[in-house]
């Protein structure tokens, strides 16, 4: 197994400033941004003592494929993808919002179900729906965008009410996320898959929205296999899926939701080696390509040479 990026720590020539997120390392550098995917893992919005080999690399490549694929739709941040692990594009004022979208009741939306919310977001849910029921019509659960600790539910009439998107941007934000749910389902279909649910991110570039960030990966989206979910709902079986609700699934079974005073627990080598084997899974599955390891000897000195090629 290769070793795994667990951060960076770079100083390129007319850098300004350098963000860590959960997962990505963010340099600004003059006026473009440069998006480093590293093996950082997170769930319940608490980032894993463990890193994931590859996942930077997976999560990098399919949202680079999908930006690609639904440039049509929306313009996207992207000018170019030097790495693996890498992309470098515009730097967009982010809108403070993150842009959920489910077709299916399931994962987040399932358990304030389950709890016996029946308006989630703003957004009326009818009685008598099953853990992972298709839905009618996808439906749009905003989600705020924090830096750290937990994103919290919000609906249409509190964003534009607040001042946080204007009500015409908002629209149109909308109006995307529709088009490119559409887009990313039938792409799926062709897969064997299912795109229950997943988020898009959006952002400002001189008056222009345009899709950042990444798109219809294991970290944002959720799929199922499409060829047994039909039988498994009917038996009121957990579904067969790609995503990163397996690694939320062995936390919760472990005792940790992200709650205050929960420990995260020991994440053992077979934990971490079989959730890598499951993010080059899904990148196989939904691309339909061989996934390449890239097994560099020096992965970051890799990483800082293509950057500086392209700056």
Same mark, same amino acid.
């Given at each position: 197994?290769s070793e ?6 770079f100083e390129?020539?007319?850098q ?6 959960k997962?990505?390392d ?11 995917a590293?093996d950082?893992i997170?769930?319940?919005?608490? /980032?894993?003592? $463990?890193? !994931?080999?590859?996942? =930077?690399? #997976?999560l ?8 690609a694929l &639904? ?10 993808v030097p790495?693996?692990n890498?992309?470098?594009g515009?730097k ?16 987040h939306?399932?358990?304030e179900y ?11 849910l009818?009685?008598?729906?099953n853990?992972?029921d298709?839905l ?7 989600t ?6 937990h994103?919290e539910? /919000?609906?249409r $009439?509190? !964003?534009?009410?607040? =001042?946080? #998107? ?8 909308e109006?995307? &996320?529709?088009?490119?749910?559409d ?11 299912i795109?229950v ?9 001189d008056g222009?929205i345009?899709?950042i ?6 970290d944002?989206s ?11 709902q009917k ?8 995503s990163?609700?397996?690694?939320r699934?062995?936390?919760?079974s ?13 994440m053992?080598?077979?934990? #971490? ?9 899904l990148?196989?599955k ?26």
């Amino acid at each position: 197994m290769s070793e795994a990026i667990k951060s960076t720590n770079f100083e390129f020539f007319g850098q300004l400033s350098k963000y860590s997120g959960k997962v990505r390392d963010v340099y600004i550098v003059r006026d473009r941004l440069v998006m480093i995917a590293t093996d950082r893992i997170s769930a319940f919005d608490v /980032i894993l003592p $463990e890193a !994931i080999p590859y996942k =930077g690399q #997976v999560l990098n490549q399919i949202a680079a494929k999908f930006l690609a694929l &639904t440039s049509d739709i929306v313009p996207n941040w992207v000018i170019e993808v030097p790495d693996p692990n890498v992309t470098v594009g515009l730097k967009c004022t982010p809108y403070p919002v993150e842009m959920v979208i489910r077709g299916y009741l399931a994962g987040h939306a399932w358990r304030e179900y389950r709890s016996g919310k029946r308006v989630l977001c703003g957004v009326p849910l009818p009685e008598g729906l099953n853990e992972n029921d298709k839905l009618s019509n996808p439906i749009i659960t905003p989600t705020t965008k924090a830096h750290e600790g937990h994103d919290e539910d /919000i609906s249409r $009439e509190e !964003i534009i009410g607040q =001042g946080l #998107v204007s009500e015409v941007d908002y629209e149109q934000l909308e109006a995307y &996320t529709l088009a490119l749910f559409d887009r990313g389902t039938t792409y799926a279909q062709e897969k064997g898959l299912i795109l229950v649910d997943t988020k898009y991110e959006f952002g400002n570039y001189d008056g222009e929205i345009r899709l950042i960030d990444e798109i219809h990966t294991p970290d944002s989206s959720r799929y199922f296999y499409a060829d047994t979910y039909e039988e498994l709902q009917k038996d009121g079986q957990p579904q067969r899926q790609l995503s990163k609700e397996f690694v939320r699934q062995w936390l919760i079974s472990n005792g940790f939701q992200g709650q205050a005073g929960q420990e995260v627990p020991v994440m053992s080598p077979e934990v #971490v080696n079989d959730i890598s084997n499951r993010y080059i899974e899904l990148f196989e599955k939904i691309t339909g390509e061989p996934f390449i390891k890239d097994d560099s000897s020096s992965k970051e000195e890799r990483i800082r040479m293509n950057i500086e090629k392209v700056l």
